[in-house]
T-cell receptor, first 112, second 116 residues
Framework: AQTVTQSQPEMSVQEAETVTLSCTYD???????LFWYKQPPSRQMILVIR??????QNATENRFSVNFQKAAKSFSLKISDSQLGDAAMYFC?????????FGTGTRLTIIP | DTGVSQDPRHKITKRGQNVTFRCDPI?????LYWYRQTLGQGPEFLTY????????KSRLLSDRFSAERPKGSFSTLEIQRTEQGDSAMYLC??????????????FGPGTRLTVL
């Protein structure tokens, strides 16, 4: 079975600084998708960024980028120029076929 | 389109009672998913539908749980004889069909269940 591990339960960053959230996963498959989702307090989960396993190029969405290391099964999220609105739980997720497998999340706090 | 909606947003019930939740997906999405999220954990997959067909069920979905999507539009999740361990956030998501990276799952706000 696939597993997703987020080893940082909580992280904090000064506003305007950069922070990196870690994620590792375990799978025997070669073709799959990886995602980072954001869950603000009392609000619904939204997709931040996505990556296809067979693409070596790291995905980027504005201030959000990933460092995808397929051999190491690592998929970290970098948030640049952190803003107060980035405060949320961040979940790393793996998808093969239909279902998403999530990590336990990292709570990100932005310090003004 | 207002996204995925779920009703109710909060439900408090006594142990042993039955509860039913509803999910309305994005209108053109024919895939619908249910997840459960307990405190301090990420969401866990329960089941999913393509149109009205239930295609996969997790072993987490005990026989007290049943999900339906009778006309391929909205879905209901019923929990019979609730237990305190059922207390969680129940999330619904929907997507377009296919394995494309861009067929992302859009999540609803969830129904928070508290079993006393």
């Amino acid at each position: 079975a696939q597993t997703v591990t987020q080893s940082q339960p909580e992280m904090s960053v000064q506003e305007a600084e950069t922070v990196t959230l870690s994620c590792t996963y375990d799978t025997s498959e070669s073709d799959y998708y990886l995602f980072w989702y954001k869950q603000p307090p009392s609000r619904q989960m939204i997709l931040v960024i996505r990556q296809e396993a067979y693409k070596q190029q790291n995905a980027t969405e504005n201030r959000f980028s990933v460092n995808f290391q397929k051999a190491a099964k690592s998929f970290s999220l970098k948030i640049s120029d952190s803003q107060l609105g980035d405060a949320a739980m961040y979940f790393c997720a793996y998808r093969r076929n239909e279902k998403l497998t999530f990590g336990t999340g990292t709570r990100l706090t932005i310090i003004p | 389109d207002t996204g995925v909606s779920q009703d109710p947003r909060h439900k408090i019930t006594k142990r042993g009672q039955n509860v039913t939740f509803r999910c309305d997906p994005i209108s053109e999405h024919n895939r619908l998913y249910w997840y459960r999220q307990t405190l301090g954990q990420g969401p866990e997959f329960l089941t999913y539908f393509q149109n009205e067909a239930q295609l996969e069920k997790s072993r987490l979905l005990s026989d007290r749980f049943s999900a339906e999507r009778p006309k391929g539009s909205f879905s209901t999740l019923e929990i019979q004889r609730t237990e305190q361990g059922d207390s969680a956030m129940y999330l619904c998501a929907s997507s377009l069909p296919g394995q494309s990276l861009y067929n992302e799952q859009f999540f609803g706000p969830g129904t928070r269940l508290t079993v006393l």
